[in-house]
């Protein structure tokens, strides 16, 4: 478990963050692309939680991207599950 500066981390698109050069795919949502109608949104939302306050990151696996999968709080709050509660999952 690490605790991570905001300015260390920014949004990819809405369900993917860089932390340095490493790119962490949240856990248990997938948001639509940034090419998709609500993928834009889902990052601009998912750079202003990053913002809120201090992030932790509890890693899980890597997927076949080689992305960690991790689960991401903020202010003691699951991001995926902030962003699922907006309706910023897909839709399936």
């Known amino acids: 478990m690490r605790l991570l500066s905001d300015l260390q981390v920014h949004a990819v698109?809405?369900?993917?963050?860089?932390v340095g050069g490493e790119?962490?795919?949240?856990?248990?949502?997938?948001?639509?692309?940034?090419?998709?109608?609500?993928?834009?949104?889902?990052?601009q939302r998912l750079?202003?939680?990053?913002?809120?306050?201090?992030?932790?990151?509890v890693p899980?696996?890597?997927?076949v991207y080689d992305r960690l999968v991790a689960d991401v709080f903020v202010n003691g709050q699951n991001v995926a599950e902030i962003l699922r509660n907006e309706g910023f999952s897909k839709a399936g």
């Open 23 to 43: 790119r962490i795919r949240l856990r248990g949502i997938d948001t639509p692309e940034m090419s998709e109608f609500e993928g834009p949104a889902a990052k």
């Open 47 to 57: 750079e202003e939680l990053l913002r809120a306050g201090p992030i932790r990151i």
């Open 13 to 18: 698109d809405g369900d993917t963050i860089r």
């Open 60 to 63: 899980h696996a890597r997927d």
